[in-house]
């Protein structure tokens, strides 16, 4: 249960004390309260820790009305950000106009149906508190995207930052497609609010409790449903089965669309009620916006932590332990990472396979060495196949040894250089793709482990296979 610490705080501000009470004991339950009965202690409360999360503030209040004081807070650095809602009996359309051009985010009419007063609270609290996480993150993101591209000028003083700098417009992209996907559903949140609070005064104005109720009930169902779980086809036959259902109605095609989208189509006898009703289609739209904003919110959580496992890769793979100690350590960890990072070039045209036996122990080693290792073998791997082909990647234990076998579908290596391979400065490639150090190091760092490293090769089947002992004794640095 939510602690009065971790609740959001409201300031309700209102010259008329028993209006105070009423709302007050409206939202006691749920929320921290601060209460203020003039425009002066309204602004004292404001820039007063705890501050609040959202005020209610009354226009008509003697000395200073409610027009001054969000003129006052929204002057001021620390109450600028805090959202207000008038709370007024004024309700002409040119009252309304002028708050929200002051830059209050809604109008309550006086009188008020209580549900209504709370669901716009609750809210209003919500999506603020998700358009700061939605900053939060894209500001992270944004950093460590700056942060990558800061790095690359560093990378290339050794063969492991050279292979990253290959990798780094690939991981550029990975995190630019959820960037792009947080920036696109959080002006998609943004608009639909502006949108829904245009919508909800007049809606709602007339509605009774019952009615508010019945919208609540609709949007509910809308809000728990699953959504992105019916295929294209099955969409279809929902569509049809809601056109169906709606015989006659109007726009009978445009609600089946609206439902499906919604989640709803199983039961929907109290949605037919709803449209029976004066601006029914007004308030199903309403929910339909207010549910699409459930899906903004899903599509941010997904790219977020599609971004967040390309960043934790580039860390565990940029991460330099200098303690000159061995440690134990999953090799499939530091294959995965590795792949993490090279899933851009894999998705174009790489078939991968892979193969990770159960219950594999961890091995005595140098983790980011052996990173190392796995980066150039997938590297030259992707390479000798143009990006293009197929990629396994088989991992098992084989007696005191976990036994790594990288194997790919490309050209091959000609039978006269196999035995030139691991030579420092030997390469095949041209002038500027690579050092010829790449495979020399890979031997030196498997030495090091005391393991082995073979290779076999002819057209359309390159296997490299790397042996190293799961216990084994400190090699020389």
Known sequence: MMTSVEKPCVLLVDNEKINLKVLADLLKDDYRLKLATSGEQALQFAETPPLPNLILLDVVMP????????????????????PVIFVTALSSISEEEKGLMLGAIDYIIKPYSPPLVKMRV??????????????????????????LKTTQKHLVESEKMAALGQLIAGIAHEINTP???????????KNLLEQTLTMMPPLFQNF????????????????????????????????????????????????????????????????????????????????YKLSELKK???????????????VFALKSYAHHDNSDEKVFANVTHGIDT??????????????????????????????????????????????????NGTLSIDVAEVEDCIRVCIQDSGKGIPSENMT???????????????????????????DKHSGRINVESQPGCTVFSVLLPIHSTVGAR
Not at 254 to 267: F, K, P, R
Not at 296 to 310: P, Y
Request: one cysteine or more; charged letters at 25%; proline letters at 1%.
């Open 63 to 82: 000395e200073m009305n409610g027009y001054q004081v969000i003129k006052y807070l929204k002057e001021n650095n620390v109450t600028k950000n805090i």
């Open 122 to 147: 609750h809210n209003h609290l919500r999506y603020h508190n998700l358009e700061d996480r939605v900053k939060e993150r894209t500001l992270e993101l944004s950093n460590a995207l700056t942060e």
């Open 296 to 310: 903004s919110t899903q599509i941010i959580n997904t790219a977020t932590e599609r971004a967040s496992k390309v």
């Open 338 to 387: 590795i792949l993490t990072l090279y899933q851009s070039p894999i998705k174009q045209g790489i078939h991968l396979i892979k193969s990770y036996a159960e219950n594999l122990p961890a091995i005595h080693c140098y983790p980011d060495e052996l990173n190392q290792v796995w980066t150039n073998l997938i590297h030259n791997a992707l390479q000798a196949m143009d990006n």
């Open 208 to 287: 009774s409790t019952q009615e508010c109720n019945e919208f609540l009930l609709i949007l509910g169902k809308a809000l728990q449903s699953n959504f992105g779980l019916l295929s294209a086809k099955e969409k279809r036959q929902k569509r049809r089965d809601l056109v169906a259902r709606l015989g006659d109605m109007e726009y009978a095609h445009n609600i089946a669309d609206t439902l499906v989208d919604m989640g709803l189509y199983e039961d929907i006898d109290n949605v037919i009620e709803l449209l029976a009703k004066e601006n029914g289609h007004e308030v199903l739209e309403l929910a």
């Open 420 to 446: 030139k391979i691991f030579d420092a400065f030997f390469t095949t490639k041209s002038t500027g793709e690579g050092s010829g150090l790449g495979l020399h190091i890979i031997k030196k760092i498997i």
């Open 179 to 189: 960037l792009g996907a947080i920036s696109s559903s959080a002006g998609n949140i």
